[in-house]
């Protein structure tokens, strides 16, 4: 068999250049320099006075992990995949041959981001980047949650009142520490609802509840562009309306929150309107009567705008394929958050190619 030399590689890195590399459209949009200060600093690395393999460049595997969030790869599947593929090598800056970086070397790197709580700082940097291009947060924001499924528990009933009392996999399983390390005490189970379809004779059927276990993402979006602004993740249980004070943000220009109607409460309205903001979240159906027409006009309105969030976790979902693999919530926030950065990611792509278009 021939072997291809450095110029067929070098032919063959063009044609993929000419076949519109995606990767190379992500890396002359989106400067992943200006990550390296809070990376370097995140990170620690020593100066290897001690010797041993020197680390891999925090940017590049930073962008390791963006492409692990777009794809929904494992870090074994990544491990792969960064060797395999061409022009996944030249977008992360390896070169062909060389060392790349294993699924433990990119594990810990991810655990050292997390545990120095430097991935939503590097969140935070992507926006203020977004504010510096033009892309300020404007046009009020819409508030919802979705919840993020986890590989299901499978646990005693003591076992399961064990953990609702916040006790530790440690505690409740304190001579089997193989079994507590695979146990996630943090996410939990709930109850997703499904509106009934009506029947071809006309009758409303009757709505399902598909229980679900997980965690919860709730986010904020600016209604101009659709970026994220601001996530929190929680465990799956957690009501939607005690997250509204959590994500919604005081720099958007406008002053309108959209939110379904489990944000409605007493308490949210009055924060809302102490925050100087103007609630344009659902209303619920009066008890014992039918819904009002103005109020079944009204939310009809603010569904058209509400919608749009609902496209956010659609992609995210089904084109980057959101799960959570690992046990706990602190790892579980991680993904959300890395997931979160990668989706503003590509809509800034799509910002970008729609204004070079037009």
């Known amino acids: 068999m021939r072997q291809a030399g450095l110029f067929g590689l070098s032919e ?7 076949n519109g590399d995606p990767l190379e459209e992500l ?10 200060q809070t990376l370097v600093a995140a990170v620690a690395y020593g100066d290897g006075a001690k010797g041993g393999r020197p680390p891999y460049d925090p940017v590049a595997m930073f962008k390791v992990l963006i492409l692990a969030a777009q794809n929904n790869l494992s870090d074994g599947r990544m491990e792969y995949l960064i060797r395999d593929r061409l022009s996944w090598m030249r ?8 060392a790349t970086p294993d699924a433990n070397t990119i594990r810990m790197f991810r655990e050292r981001l997390t545990a120095a709580g430097a991935l939503d700082t590097l969140f935070a940097d992507f926006d203020r980047h977004l504010k510096e291009r033009g892309y300020l947060p404007m046009g009020g924001q819409i508030v919802d949650a979705t ?7 499978r646990n005693t009933e003591p076992e399961k009142a064990a953990i609702k009392e916040g006790r530790t996999a440690a505690e409740i399983w304190p001579d089997a520490p193989a079994r507590a390390a695979q146990k996630d005490t943090d996410a939990r189970w709930t109850l997703k609802f499904a509106k009934g379809r009506p029947a071809t004779d006309g009758k409303r059927q009757i709505d399902i509840a598909i229980p679900s276990f997980g965690y919860k993402s709730s986010i904020a979006i600016c209604r101009a562009f659709g970026f994220i602004r601001k996530g929190k993740t929680t465990d799956g249980a957690r009501f939607d309306g005690r997250m509204l004070r959590d994500v919604v943000t005081n720099d958007n220009t406008a002053s309108d929150v959209w939110a379904d109607t489990a944000y409605r409460s007493q308490a949210n309205e009055k924060w809302l309107k102490a925050q100087g903001r103007v609630s344009r979240v659902h209303r619920r159906k009066p008890r014992g009567t039918p819904m009002p027409e103005h109020i079944r006009r009204g939310n009809a309105t603010k569904s058209k705008v509400r919608a749009r969030v609902e496209h956010v976790f659609a992609q995210q979902k089904a084109k980057m394929g959101l799960f959570i693999r690992t046990i706990g ?5 991680a993904k959300i958050t890395l ?7 590509n809509r800034l792509i799509f910002h970008e190619r729609r204004a070079t278009m037009g």
């Open 12 to 18: 063959h890195l063009k044609r993929l250049s000419a």
């Open 339 to 345: 997931v979160n950065l990668a989706y503003n990611m």
């Open 27 to 36: 890396g002359l949009i989106i400067d992943f320099e200006a990550f390296r």
């Open 147 to 153: 919840l993020v499924a986890a590989p299901k528990q």
């Open 91 to 98: 977008f992360l800056g390896f070169d062909l041959g060389a």
């Open 329 to 333: 919530i602190k790892r579980a926030e």
